[in-house]
């Protein structure tokens, strides 16, 4: 399943250091989270994601405080891109099956 979507940089502060993510869009999340598969640690779903010229394999999280699958978007992916906080970024995803 492929998906493209845009959402907006956010930060999550845990202890030792800041995590910065981006919300997939609710309906679109919904839309995975029906998807039959077997989930891994945290309810996490395998994908391929790609900002801008970035591209890279990690998994997308259920957050439920955001009602929504969270993409982490590691440093090097962040500085590549010129990537900040509030700011809106068009994502692509190829979601893994099964």
């Given at each position: 399943?492929?998906v493209?979507?845009?959402g ?5 502060e ?17 839309q995975?989270?029906?998807?039959p ?24 999280f ?24 509030d ?7 190829e979601?893994?099956?099964g």
């Amino acid at each position: 399943m492929r998906v493209e979507f845009e959402g907006t940089v956010f930060r999550w502060e845990a202890r030792v250091e800041d995590w910065f993510f981006v919300a997939l869009p609710g309906d679109l999340s919904a839309q995975i989270g029906e998807i039959p598969r077997m989930r891994r640690d945290f309810g996490a779903v395998r994908v391929q994601a790609r900002i801008g010229g970035s591209s890279w394999t990690t998994s997308i999280f259920p957050d439920s405080a955001a009602g929504a699958y969270i993409l982490p978007l590691k440093r090097a992916v962040r500085d590549a891109e010129g990537l900040a906080l509030d700011r809106t970024v068009s994502v692509r995803l190829e979601i893994a099956d099964g």
